[in-house]
């Protein structure tokens, strides 16, 4: 069964910057594509940020240049490194793993950028 498990969140003032964690028990993440979604209150699901098995990454244009994402296959484990936090990145933050038409999502972690 797969399973990912979020974490990192919190409450950080605009400028500052947090590190998501996404741990996968269970399976391999370099065999999916992996993808950081967030939603914020009241407001659709976007696509953040994208890691290919090959490590090709793809990014939304309002997160270019502010967000990271990564993959270490030694921990399992892919991150979303966000720096230069503003108040419209407060959202649900979620990780996806996608493969032949299979999505699979952790529960969330919330971030809140605010003063």
């Known amino acids: 069964q797969v399973q990912l498990v979020e974490s990192g969140g919190g409450l950080v003032q605009p400028g500052g910057s947090l590190r998501l964690s996404c741990a996968a028990p269970?399976?391999?993440?370099?065999?999916?594509?992996m993808t950081w979604y967030r939603q914020p209150p009241g407001k659709e699901h976007e696509l953040v940020a994208t890691?290919?098995?090959?490590?090709?990454?793809n990014y939304a244009d309002s997160v270019k240049g502010r967000f990271t994402i990564s993959r270490d296959n030694a921990k399992n484990t892919v991150y979303l490194q966000m720096n230069s936090l503003k108040p419209e990145d407060t959202a649900m933050y979620y990780c996806?793993?996608?493969?032949?038409?299979?999505?699979?999502w952790g529960q969330g972690t919330q971030v809140t950028v605010s003063s």
């Open positions: 996806g793993a996608h493969d032949r038409g299979y999505d699979y």
């Open positions: 890691i290919t098995r090959s490590r090709t990454t």
């Open positions: 269970g399976f391999v993440v370099s065999s999916y594509v």
